[in-house]
């Protein structure tokens, strides 16, 4: 090749190295910052533009761990959120309510099992003895989404006069750690867990109660493949879950919020919308018997700013992150706000939660 022609295609490269070079990231920083977005802290507005940036930088040159392959569905063009939904109404051949027939009320027998399993938990000492000086502990189990939610919402119950003195909230839940991630007994994600209990001054015997978020990252193919995965993984975990936690009684299963404005293939909608079946699948079909009692959390899922008559719950832009997947502080809030009035409020969560 001739010097001149080869001087035009440095010339060239330097060029378009300098276009996607532009803003430099110190990836170092970014790590850090992201760290303390999954940690729930709230970011300055210039340390949150810069992780946003980084992100997308990511997102471009291909290094986003959650994106899939191209064979994920697209969602239509309006779906309706599952406590709304009737008997008669039909998503995929799914009926209606959050505990099917319509109804967002836990079957008679279900009822029963939870209240057996509420009458159970009570303070537990470090070895899991009653104690009246014990502890009662509730815990979260997900990924990024749900350490987001749950760490804001551990800020604010812990402020609720109506939270028990003998509560300790724990946020077990870790950023890029999805139902698959908690699946391997000794992973990562459950020795985490451990050590955040440990740091907090409880101990694993004092767990009584949970909060799954069902997710997986970059879902793809029918309904059908990706409920059994979400499935199968999910009930790993609770498996896990209760031979880490000998004591847990209850694991209330939430789903995904709204991922109608998602970018790139983590978890974009119909899949955040049917993980809510998952959720449904399990509670309906409930463990072995030596498991916890399977209930509903707070349903998180709305159609964005179309709302859902239930409460009246929307989502708009300014509630998510640049990707449209994850929570803004706004997004957080809201998530937050709904599990607390939940375990507050709800016949079958306020007992352990107030203590009365």
């Known amino acids: 090749m001739k010097s001149s022609a080869l001087l035009i ?7 378009a190295l300098a276009q996607t070079t532009e803003t430099p990231i110190d990836w170092q920083k970014a790590q850090n910052l992201f760290r303390r977005e999954q940690r ?20 471009k040159g291909g290094g986003d761990r959650g994106n899939a392959p191209g064979n994920q569905r697209k969602a239509p063009a309006s779906l309706k959120p599952l406590c709304d939904m009737t008997a008669e109404d039909r998503y995929e051949g ?14 008679e027998a279900l009822h029963k099992a939870a209240q057996a399993a509420l009458a ?15 502890r009662i502990v509730l815990v979260s ?14 800020q604010i119950a812990d402020k609720d006069p109506r939270k028990s003195g003998q509560l300790t909230i724990v946020d077990c839940a870790q950023g890029g750690q999805a139902m698959a991630e908690w699946v391997p007994p000794e992973g990562r994600p459950w020795q985490e867990a451990m050590s955040r209990l440990e740091r907090a001054g409880v101990s694993p015997r004092q767990v009584q109660a949970a909060w799954i978020k069902l997710a997986n990252k970059g879902p793809t193919g029918s309904m059908s493949d990706h409920l059994a ?25 939430g789903s995904r919020i709204w991922a109608g404005n998602a970018r790139g293939n983590l978890n974009p909608e119909p899949y955040a919308y049917e993980s809510a079946f998952a959720a449904r699948h399990l509670i309906l079909k409930q463990p072995a018997e030596a498991s916890p009692v399977l209930l509903w959390g707070p349903y998180l899922w709305s159609e964005g700013e179309k709302g859902r008559k239930l409460d009246g ?3 708009t832009p300014s509630d998510f992150a640049n990707d449209g997947v994850h929570p803004s502080t706004s997004g957080r809030e809201k998530v937050a706000n709904q599990l607390l009035e939940f375990f507050a409020t709800n016949p079958l969560a306020r007992s352990w939660f107030t203590g009365g």
Not at 9 to 15: D, F, H
Not at 94 to 107: F, H, I, V
Not at 120 to 133: H, K, T, V
Request: proline share 6%.
């Open 9 to 15: 295609l440095l010339a060239g490269a330097c060029a």
């Open 313 to 315: 719950l929307t989502y």
């Open 94 to 107: 799914e009926d209606g309510g959050l505990y099917g027939k319509g109804s967002n009320q836990p079957p």
């Open 120 to 134: 159970q938990i009570q303070p537990l000492d470090a070895d899991g003895r009653p104690s009246d000086s014990g």
């Open 229 to 253: 995965k979400l499935e199968a993984d999910t009930t790993k975990v609770i498996a896990n879950a209760k031979k880490s936690f000998p004591n847990l009684r209850i694991a209330y299963l």
């Open 141 to 154: 189990i997900s990924m990024s989404n749900a350490t987001q939610e749950f760490s804001f919402f551990k």
């Open 40 to 59: 729930g802290e709230t970011l300055s507005p210039e340390d949150q533009k810069y992780l946003d940036h980084a992100k997308e930088v990511r997102r």
